[in-house]
């Protein structure tokens, strides 16, 4: 059964305390790996799709890499605004058109 | 650019009751997907909607239902409603079918009473 999961279930950061958060995935074909920011009250919001292991991507102060069992999203330097709830996803394989297997999610907080 | 929007944005309903959410897709997008969340949980999909038709299905009973229109709009119905429905229900619209990145509306928080 495909499944992700996603790990420290909440980190409280200092502003400017940089970390890494962690997706780690089980499925039997890797068709590309997914980042979401979810705000409180609002739907997810994409950040990256990452889609062969040594692939990283960047954006602000985000970096998202790739291994063969799982990714990991690496804050430097966080502000407050980086609060927020951060999903990875992976498609189902073989299984229903358009189905994304999400994890949990890590809940950031970073004080000032 | 229109995003994608839903709505109502909160309902309130008691068991046995029947729900319709509404969903319009962000322009230029004909694909759209239903996702239910549960509180601390991730989203976990309920059907994606292509063309109309419907091309992929969750693990999700035959009382959740969906319509997509010409318009690429869409509906998703829910039937003879229990108290595990209680969710924020998440629309999202994509540019083709199958696992293109997706739009997220805010979402229509749904209390079953």
Do not use: M
């Amino acid at each position: 059964e495909d499944q992700v999961t996603q790990s420290p279930e909440a980190l409280r950061l200092q502003e400017g305390e940089s970390s890494s958060l962690n997706c780690s995935y089980t499925v039997s074909g890797l068709r590309g790996l997914f980042w979401y920011r979810q705000d409180p009250g609002k739907g997810p919001e994409f950040l990256f799709t990452l889609y062969s292991a040594g692939e990283e991507k960047e954006k602000e102060r985000l970096k998202a890499t790739l291994t063969k069992k799982e990714s990991f999203l690496h804050i430097t330097a966080p502000k407050p605004e980086d609060s927020a709830t951060y999903l990875c996803a992976v498609p189902e394989y073989g299984g229903s058109q358009g189905n994304l297997i999400f994890g949990k999610g890590t809940k950031l907080s970073v004080k000032p | 650019e229109t995003g994608v929007t839903q709505s109502p944005t909160h309902l309130i309903k008691t068991r046995g009751q029947q729900v319709t959410l509404r969903c319009s897709s962000q322009s230029g997008h004909n694909t759209v997907s239903w996702y239910q969340q549960a509180l601390g949980q991730g989203p976990q999909f309920i059907f994606q909607y292509y063309r109309e038709e419907e091309n992929g299905r969750g693990n999700f009973p035959p009382r959740f239902s969906g319509l997509q229109f010409p318009n690429y709009s869409s509906e998703l119905n829910v039937n003879a409603l229990e108290l595990d429905d209680s969710a924020l229900y998440l629309c999202a619209s994509s540019q083709k079918e199958g696992h293109e990145k997706l739009f997220f509306g805010s979402g229509t928080q749904l209390s079953v009473l």
